[in-house]
């Protein structure tokens, strides 16, 4: 069989957020959560029964209104020694792990020592292990003084951001090399609010332009301060990037395709521009654009109806490596409880990954989302990202065969090449 090999210093991570996974904080999201949780049980047939394959084994998770409640989450903050040796285990050699503001700066301009304390241990521990860190600054919690003073909507933002980022360098730079200023942008502004279902829920075209144009002006506000304090930091922006595909070369569908292109990948990056040393990659969604968006087949679909398309990412490193930068898979996963489809996932995208690599893209490394199962935001615990299922109510940890396939991966610094007998990837590749 034949091996193919990723470079040498690849490396091979795992994600996780603090909000997701730590358990006890105390944010705008906390907030929210408290006030919408009978909600989003309620309306969770509307939004599940139809998308989700597995919805009659996971209803009676998503109608309870507890699931919404981020409450003690993995208690990961308690219970990452044990987690990172677990990702020791599987052989992983980076962890992407983010901080949480409000825990940091719970009152504006109060930093906290004893959490500044927390963090180092984190990073101590992520070290000990022979693992390479990288550190998101801001993933989509805010502390509940900035958001009651509008969050992202307010320009001010930017500056407490700054002030809050130029104190947390300052105490990790001789820890990290790698930032990620923030994490996907594009899906708070959209879902917070253009769409409205994430705090602070506004639905607002101008809100949304706004809040688009704060977090890259925030990004772009760090940068240099982060490399004043260190110049030797890698500082990266992460975005969640959809591979846009039309159905038929008619020229509304390349439009169509033109603009979701520009939107979502030249105009943030574009404005960006020189302020950045890496981009990192979140890779969920295919789009296929018929007449209109959102035309997809859906062969193969994940516990929350999401399409498996791993052919896409060969397609977002395409458009992405015309920005000349290193990249970073940052995130890429699956909501699989019953981890049918994870291993094969992993595969197939490495695979893609890999032809792209062949083909000039600098990709240098890759974070499976998740390392753990965790609090999938408006959502809830039930739908399963991690290489680790977590038993919420013993807090029991169990690695999962995907996780131990991904080990071998890394163990071998290479994916088995093609299974041609695969019907819905021998599709993709006759796409490519
Ligand atoms: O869980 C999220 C994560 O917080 C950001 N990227 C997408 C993941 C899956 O939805």
């Given at each position: 069989?034949n091996?193919?090999e ?19 904080n105390?944010n ?5 959560e ?8 309620a309306?969770?047939?509307r ?5 989700s394959?597995?919805?009659?084994q ?5 109608t309870?209104?507890?699931?919404y409640?981020s409450?003690?989450a993995c ?13 020791k ?10 901080i949480?503001w ?12 004893q ?11 992520i ?6 860190p ?6 989509w919690?805010?502390?509940l003084?900035v ?11 930017i ?16 820890d ?5 200023t ?7 502004a ?5 769409l ?5 829920q ?22 240099p301060?982060?490399k004043?304090l ?10 969640g990037?959809v ?8 020229a509304?569908?390349r ?5 979701a292109?520009?939107w979502?990948y030249?105009?943030s ?11 990192g990659?979140?890779?969920y969604?295919?789009?296929r654009?018929?007449?209109?968006f ?18 896409g ?19 890429h ?7 049918k489809y994870r291993a ?6 490495l695979?893609?990954i890999?032809r ?9 490394g890759y ?8 609090f999938?935001w ?5 739908p399963r ?9 013993t ?10 396939h ?6 071998a610094n ?5 299974d041609?007998n ?11």
């Amino acid at each position: 069989m034949n091996l193919l090999e990723f470079p040498k210093n690849f490396l091979w991570g795992a994600s996780t957020s603090a909000h997701q996974v730590e358990g006890n904080n105390h944010n705008d999201w906390t907030e929210w959560e408290k006030k919408q949780a009978e909600h989003l049980a309620a309306d969770a047939p509307r939004r599940f029964e139809k998308t989700s394959p597995v919805w009659e084994q996971i209803k009676h998770q998503a109608t309870d209104k507890n699931n919404y409640i981020s409450g003690l989450a993995c208690d990961h903050y308690r219970r990452f020694e044990a987690d990172l040796d677990l990702a020791k285990q599987l052989g992983l050699t980076a962890y992407r792990f983010s901080i949480e503001w409000s825990r940091i700066e719970p009152k504006q301009g109060q930093f906290n020592e004893q959490e500044i304390e927390h963090y180092r241990e984190l990073l101590k521990a992520i070290k000990a292990r022979g693992m390479v860190p990288f550190v998101t600054l801001w993933h989509w919690t805010l502390p509940l003084w900035v958001s009651e003073q509008g969050g992202w909507r307010n320009r001010r933002t930017i500056e407490y951001f700054s002030h809050y980022v130029a104190h947390v360098v300052e105490a990790y730079k001789n820890d990290v090399k790698y930032w990620v200023t923030t994490n996907e942008q594009e899906s708070v502004a959209g879902e917070a609010y253009f769409l409205g279902h994430w705090p602070p829920q506004q639905r607002s075209l101008l809100s949304y332009l706004r809040v688009t144009n704060n977090l890259i002006d925030a990004h772009r506000a760090v940068y240099p301060i982060i490399k004043a304090l260190d110049s030797d930091a890698e500082v990266g922006i992460v975005n969640g990037y959809v591979y846009f595909d039309v159905e038929h070369r008619r020229a509304l569908n390349r439009l169509l395709k033109s603009v979701a292109n520009w939107w979502g990948y030249y105009y943030s990056l574009g404005r960006i521009g020189r302020r950045l040393d890496f981009i990192g990659l979140n890779y969920y969604f295919h789009n296929r654009i018929n007449y209109w968006f959102s035309r997809n087949t859906n062969e193969q679909v994940s516990d929350l109806g999401w399409e498996i398309y791993p052919g896409g990412i060969y397609h977002v490193l395409k458009l992405l490596k015309r920005f000349k930068k290193p990249i970073y898979i940052t995130e890429h996963g699956v909501a699989d409880g019953k981890d049918k489809y994870r291993a094969k996932y992993i595969d197939d995208s490495l695979r893609q990954i890999h032809r792209s690599i062949s083909e000039g893209a600098d990709v240098r490394g890759y974070f499976h989302w998740s390392l753990l199962d965790n609090f999938e935001w408006d959502k809830g615990f039930w739908p399963r990202f991690g290489l680790i299922e977590i038993d919420y109510a013993t807090q029991e940890r169990k690695i999962r065969d995907s996780a131990l396939h991904y080990a071998e991966i890394i163990k071998a610094n290479a994916v088995t090449s093609n299974d041609l007998n695969n019907l819905t990837r021998r599709k993709n590749y006759a796409r490519l």
